[in-house]
């Protein structure tokens, strides 16, 4: 007859892993996916640097690094998806809300872009290690 003992770390262990899986979930489920409504509109996408300051993105409203982007409330994007599209792998076409950012979709439906929340009612996405585009609200 084989006896098993848990021994105090092993029981601080088994404890400490336990918490730690249902904190992990308890975070996640905390995020809050909002209606496409609140994406809905005109944004503003500029290509940046990740070393460039608020003035100096002022500086670059030339057009090859900055464009309106109109996220239709029928989750497809219309006005300057081509432009958007010239940064991006292929041609944007839809988009959807995510808990922690925006997806842009290919004509397939899969996703070729993820702007995550940046906090303060912007998103980026990186396109590299050295450019991501920045994406902000037009009128807020």
């Not at 409330?73 to 006005?79: A, M, R």
């Amino acid at each position: 007859m084989t006896r098993y003992v848990l021994t105090d770390t092993t029981m601080a262990w088994l404890m400490a892993v336990t918490l730690m899986m249902t904190g992990a979930t308890s975070m996640a489920s905390s995020l809050r996916l909002e209606e496409p409504s609140a994406f809905a509109g005109r944004w503003q996408a500029t290509l940046t640097g990740h070393n460039d300051t608020p003035e100096t993105r002022s500086l670059q409203d030339k057009p090859s690094n900055t464009c309106v982007v109109d996220l239709a409330p029928d989750k497809t994007l219309g006005e300057g998806a081509d432009c958007l599209g010239a940064w991006l792998s292929e041609a944007p076409i839809g988009w959807f809300p995510e808990p922690d950012g925006i997806a842009i979709t290919g004509k397939d439906g899969s996703k070729i872009a993820f702007f995550s929340r940046r906090g303060d009612g912007s998103y980026t996405s990186r396109l590299s290690s050295q450019l991501l585009i920045l994406l902000e609200r037009v009128g807020h």
